[in-house]
């Protein structure tokens, strides 16, 4: 069932006129319930797959490089990634993950084996980022790290003794590892068994799949206190042929099901990341609120065999993806980001937020110059995406108890010359949770023109004042930030908001993201 989180009316909205200007006025009333679930943390959690520079040059530049680093990994991204609060962090693919050999990556860096990573461009990489790389980075910034391991070209036992290598307490993996350079087992908590299946990943039918997991999934074993959260390679976009048959074959032998959906409607043609007109950007927005309608469809076939919802739905690919930069490899999937990128970030993780109950993880693609990504960089320069900002003003959000609220939108209605479908695009996307006597509202207005003036009645909740207010915004949607214009795109503190009389007032500009904060 779709739980569009703006849908439930209650609706007070009414247009006048002031001049130019067109103001909408929205009421959203908050129903705070003790039955509201968590939102789980690792919806903010992160993917960096070996693909293009996300991590050779992204995050990693090894230890004799000239750019600052910390046992090889960039100083200026840690900083900036320390910031976001990473949850989780799923490594080495996507479609990688399915090519990769565990071992080509442990032990001296001199003595390991090149590779052709014939999935991204044909780039020859040296295996200097392998195992003990990422669990150190993960360790370093204190994120859970989330494996997706090879079923397409690798065998069980490779699997099995990854996880052996990784986690186990003693025995001869745990003495390779500690000849490597690590005595004490890693923790892993989340284990992918293969990536896209249907696809890149081994070119599956869903029944044969089912049982190649069944199969896989039995041999990883929890070594000493290490407990495994397995998860099946899940269905893309609209395939919920595929999400079926994975519950009906195998949902006793998975903790989480994954789900891909990227806002992009034409492969062939995907679009520039920084020139777009007012339709595309209204499109975009309605393609990537699409989401609403797809995690609602699989969640419903979900819960015919698991009403329980014990099984998890992790969205461990999500973002937009445009045409690669003019001149940049087209393997490497390196483009801009724009505020239009951080609107989309925005409106999927409130609607992520609406689906608490089973979305338990989602990983947006990707970390570091890949795709929407968090950070760019450019030899020793490092800029912070729109999107970075998005994902850092939103982290009180994590593990805080949801709050429903009421409210109808207006819709903004826009044909679009790329297809017949009418997009219906909401003006007015909110959503709010409770953590530690805080709570936190974040809000989106999607208007390119209009203003909107905001009424939020505090009575159900046990806060009057605000903390903090953010907002995010730019003179232009296509604004983005760049090698020597690192701040174009920058939140700024937000002065538009007031408690009066037991009321939050809040006039949110166009095209504007705010975080607010409030407290008793
Ligand atoms: O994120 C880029 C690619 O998109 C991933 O490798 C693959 O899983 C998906 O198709």
Redesign the pocket.
Same mark, same amino acid.
């Given at each position: 069932m779709k739980k569009s989180i703006s849908l439930i009316s209650f609706v007070i909205v009414s247009l006048f006129f002031c001049s130019n200007a067109k103001t909408v006025k929205v009421e959203i009333t908050p129903q705070p319930s003790e039955v509201s679930p968590l939102i789980s943390p690792e919806i903010y959690g992160q *993917?960096a &797959?070996h693909?293009g520079s996300c991590i050779y040059g992204g995050i990693w530049v090894g230890e004799s490089s000239d750019i600052p680093n910390t046992k090889g990994y960039r100083n200026d991204v840690l900083e900036a990634l320390r910031e976001l609060q990473i949850p989780v962090l799923r490594w080495p %693919? %996507? $479609? *990688?993950a399915d090519e990769y050999h565990w071992r080509d990556g442990i032990g001296p860096r001199e003595d390991r084996p090149t590779m052709v990573n014939s999935?991204w461009g044909g780039t020859v990489e040296d295996n200097s980022f392998g195992t003990h790389e990422f669990f150190d980075f993960c360790e370093i910034l204190g994120i859970e790290p989330y494996l997706s391991a090879n079923v397409g070209s690798g065998t069980v036992e490779e699997m099995a003794k990854w996880v052996e290598y990784i986690t186990a307490p003693d025995g001869p993996m745990a003495k390779e590892r500690e000849k490597n350079g690590r005595k004490e087992p890693w923790k892993l908590k989340y284990l992918g068994v293969g990536? &896209?299946s249907w %696809? $890149?990943g081994g070119s599956f039918l869903p029944e044969a799949y089912a049982d190649v997991y069944r199969r896989y999934q039995t041999y990883c074993r929890n070594f000493g206190n290490n407990r495994l959260y397995k998860i099946a390679s899940g269905a893309s976009d609209y395939d919920y042929n595929w999400t079926d048959v994975l519950m009906k074959k195998a949902k006793n032998n998975m903790d989480g099901l994954s789900l891909?959906y990227y806002t992009v409607w034409d492969w062939a043609n995907k679009g520039k990341a920084t020139e777009f007109t007012p339709d595309v950007y209204y499109y975009t927005l309605g393609k990537a609120l699409e989401i609403d309608d797809v995690i609602g469809s699989h969640a419903d076939i979900m819960d015919k065999y698991d009403p329980e919802k014990r099984v998890g739905l992790l969205v461990d690919?999500w973002g937009t993806w445009w045409d690669v930069e003019p001149g940049t490899n087209p393997g490497h999937?390196y483009q801009q980001n724009t505020m239009r990128d951080a609107m989309v970030a925005a409106l999927t993780l409130n609607v992520f937020h609406g689906y608490a109950d089973r979305v338990r993880m989602a990983n947006i693609?990707?970390l570091a110059n890949?795709?929407q990504s968090m950070v760019l960089t450019n030899g020793p320069e490092m800029v912070v995406t729109p999107t970075y900002h998005v994902f850092r003003m939103y982290t009180p959000h994590q593990n805080g108890k949801l709050i429903p609220l009421n409210f109808n939108s207006p819709y903004i209605e826009v044909p679009s010359e790329r297809s017949d479908v009418m997009r219906k695009v909401p003006m007015i996307s909110a959503t709010a949770s409770e953590k530690d006597g805080k709570v936190t509202v974040s809000l989106v207005n999607t208007s390119l023109d209009d203003k909107a003036e905001i009424d939020i009645p505090l009575m159900n909740l046990d806060v009057n004042r605000i903390s903090s207010a953010e907002i995010l915004t730019s003179p232009n949607i296509s604004d983005f930030n760049d090698f020597g214009h690192p701040e174009t795109v920058r939140p700024n503190e937000f002065k538009g908001a007031t408690v009066k009389k037991g009321n939050l007032e809040i006039t949110l500009p166009a095209a504007s993201i705010v975080t607010l904060t409030l407290t008793k």
């Open positions: *993917f &797959e693909l %693919g %996507g $479609c *990688f999935n990536n &896209e %696809g $890149c891909h690919e999937l693609a990707q890949v795709l």
